[in-house]
């Protein structure tokens, strides 16, 4: 959305990515809310990138270049890797209650 808004002067433009950004936000709200719920992991790990972005944002803007490849490839990594936890977690379930 802020990309949207940012990169264009064409007003009709900006009205059509606010509203379509908001809807996308209330359709995807609730699935979202309610695994996170389930996962309590997935809570603690969401804190942590929103903690990081904000101190990359902080130092970005103390002048500090910082590469957001490398950001952004660990944060994919850890939640893949809690993913695959997840995943190994519901299968051992099941097999436990056969």
């Given at each position: 959305?802020?990309?949207?808004v940012?990169?264009?002067?064409?007003?009709?433009?900006?009205?059509i990515?606010?509203?379509?950004?908001?809807?996308?936000?209330?359709?995807?709200?609730?699935?979202?809310?309610?695994?996170?719920e389930r996962?309590?992991?997935?809570?603690?790990?969401?804190?942590?990138?929103?903690?990081?972005?904000g101190?990359?944002l902080?130092?970005e803007?103390?002048?500090?270049?910082?590469?957001?490849?490398?950001?952004?490839?660990?944060?994919a990594?850890?939640?893949?890797?809690?993913?695959?936890?997840?995943?190994?977690?519901?299968?051992?379930?099941?097999?436990?209650?056969?």
């Amino acid at each position: 959305m802020i990309t949207a808004v940012g990169t264009t002067t064409n007003i009709p433009a900006m009205v059509i990515a606010v509203i379509a950004s908001m809807m996308v936000m209330m359709w995807a709200a609730g699935p979202i809310g309610d695994f996170v719920e389930r996962h309590p992991a997935i809570k603690s790990l969401a804190l942590t990138f929103l903690i990081l972005i904000g101190v990359m944002l902080i130092a970005e803007g103390l002048g500090q270049h910082m590469e957001k490849g490398y950001i952004y490839f660990a944060m994919a990594f850890a939640l893949g890797i809690e993913l695959v936890q997840i995943r190994m977690q519901k299968r051992a379930a099941a097999r436990g209650s056969h």
